[in-house]
Structure formats: structure tokens, C-alpha cells
């Protein structure tokens, strides 16, 4: 296991906990009444309550933007640079940023804004919700170099939410190519959506073809299966189960991310 994860987040096994930004101009759920002052206020109560509780990184992510698009608007974009730059005096641990869904446009935001690393689909073509989905990880991966951002950390989600990988590939042989292709920092498995979660079997099935590239549980893990999870994942990004009642469109509940992250150090000291 290579220890870029120590190096950028301070430990192993690490938790990154997701502040999801409420819809933004552009977007059909958007407030224009309450507008960007309210989502910048929303998205750093959710950030404190993320980083009392104690995790070791937050993702931003425009959750809220449903429909998602393939390639966002540019006032997606700029909607959140404002929001983490308006919060960059009160971020305290390592953050990164996923525009759904579009890898390049969560290259550029991490860019501008100081993130460090990003999560997105980079590889592959499926067949979604949002229609028939293609991607560029030669283009999408030489645009990362043409702006200077060689050092944001890539995370590319392999079993993405909503979608299907169109042919007759299983998941190991997905891994494989991926790692050999495209050299990714860190792989992420998901469930179908947001909140579902991570299938044991898969996650196993990655880990044991992706040898030194970390393997992230992206979706479901909760306090009652996060020792299991971290059993076979080398981290976890938690949305959901840090959310009021865990449903995915609740705020963050600090008690909740707190109770989480003892049973996480519980992990980590055995």
C-alpha cells in the first residue's frame, strides 16, 4: 500500500465526510428568495458540524443539482468556488470536490479552490439515468496536467450510482484495466444511490485485484457495518449516515458524525 493517504489525510483508513451543497442558480431546486447567502450558510453549518464530529476530510459535492448533467453549467462551477471560498477560512482538515457529474469541471473548482483531491467518473460508458454516458479519461486527465493540477489527488468511481457499464466486463476486470489505463490515485464502489450501501462482495472483489491503489467504500457505510467496511476498504466517504434521521437531504447532525468517527478509532487501535 503506498501512504499518499497518510501523507494527505493525516492517517489511515481515512473517513471523508460529504457536505453536500443545496441547489444552486441554474439548478430547478434552487431558492432564488433565500439565494447564495443561505447556501453559503448552509453548506459551513454542515462543514463545522463534520469537522467537530471529527472526521479526516470533507468532500463538497453539488448533491442538491438534480437532474444531475454529464457537463455542468459554468455557473454550477462558479456557484461552488464561492461556496468553499467563503468557507476556506474555516476549513481546518483535507478537502476535495466532486461536480456531478463531470470530472473535468471538479478538476477545475479543486484547482482554483486548494482541494486536494477529487472523486468522480472518469472511465467507462453506461447506460443512466441521466441518458447514455460517456467519458474521456485521456482528455479529461491531459486537461489536469494542462492546468498545473498534477498533484490533486484522482479518485475514480467505478461502480457509478443510477448507471449500469454498458458490455460484459465483471467488476475485477474493470479494476484491473482501470488501474493499468488510467493510473487512478484511489478507486471508489458504490451501492445504486446515495445512502445505499457498498456491497462486501464487490468491495472484495476490487480490493484483491487493485494491490497498491487504494479502495474506497463511496456509498451506505454506516456505524453499524464501518468496522466491517474498513475490514476490506482502505477508507470511506459518508454522506448519509451523518445526516439527521439518515436521510440524504437532512443536515448534518454533529452527534451522529461524533458516535461514527469512535467507532472508526475503535477500528483503527485493534
Same mark, same amino acid.
Given at each position: 500500500?503506498?501512504?499518499?493517504?497518510?501523507?494527505?489525510?493525516?492517517?489511515?483508513?481515512?473517513?471523508?465526510?460529504m457536505c453536500h451543497i443545496l441547489a444552486l442558480p441554474g439548478d430547478p431546486g434552487y431558492d432564488a428568495e433565500k439565494g447564495m447567502d443561505w447556501v453559503v450558510t448552509r453548506a459551513r453549518q454542515d462543514l463545522l458540524?463534520?469537522?467537530?464530529?471529527?472526521?479526516?476530510?470533507?468532500?463538497?459535492?453539488?448533491?442538491?443539482?438534480?437532474?444531475?448533467?454529464?457537463?455542468?453549467?459554468?455557473?454550477t462551477s462558479v456557484s461552488v468556488a464561492r461556496v468553499i471560498g467563503e468557507l476556506k477560512s474555516d476549513?481546518?482538515?483535507?478537502?476535495g470536490v466532486n461536480m456531478l457529474w463531470d470530472p473535468s469541471a471538479s478538476i477545475d473548482v479543486a484547482m482554483a479552490t486548494g482541494g486536494q483531491f477529487v472523486r468522480e467518473i472518469f472511465t467507462g460508458v453506461y447506460s443512466s439515468d441521466f441518458g447514455l454516458w460517456n467519458t474521456d479519461a485521456g482528455k479529461t486527465i491531459r486537461h489536469q496536467h494542462a492546468i498545473? &493540477?498534477?498533484?490533486?489527488?484522482?479518485?475514480? *468511481?467505478?461502480?457509478p450510482e443510477a448507471a449500469r457499464y454498458i458490455g460484459e466486463r465483471d467488476i475485477a476486470d474493470i479494476a484491473r484495466s482501470t488501474i493499468f489505463n488510467a493510473r487512478p490515485d484511489a478507486l471508489c464502489v458504490s451501492g445504486l444511490t446515495a445512502g445505499a450501501e457498498t456491497s462486501f462482495q464487490t468491495l472484495e472483489q476490487v480490493k484483491?485485484?487493485?494491490?497498491?491503489?487504494?479502495?474506497? &467504500?463511496?456509498?451506505?457505510?454506516?456505524?453499524? *457495518?464501518?468496522?466491517?467496511?474498513l475490514a476490506i476498504a482502505d477508507g470511506a466517504i459518508v454522506g448519509t449516515a451523518f445526516k439527521y434521521e439518515s436521510v440524504t437531504w437532512n443536515a448534518i447532525e454533529e452527534a451522529r458524525v461524533a458516535s461514527f468517527m469512535s467507532k472508526v478509532r475503535q477500528f483503527r487501535t485493534k
Open positions: 500500500m503506498t501512504n499518499w493517504l497518510k501523507d494527505v489525510f493525516g492517517t489511515e483508513k481515512p473517513i471523508i465526510g458540524a463534520l469537522q467537530r464530529g471529527g472526521v479526516d476530510a470533507i468532500l463538497f459535492s453539488n448533491e442538491f443539482s438534480l437532474p444531475y448533467l454529464t457537463k455542468v453549467e459554468t455557473i476549513i481546518r482538515i483535507p478537502y498545473g &493540477a498534477q498533484s490533486v489527488k484522482l479518485f475514480f *468511481n467505478i461502480v484483491n485485484v487493485a494491490k497498491d491503489t487504494p479502495v474506497f &467504500a463511496n456509498t451506505g457505510v454506516r456505524e453499524n *457495518n464501518v468496522q466491517d467496511q
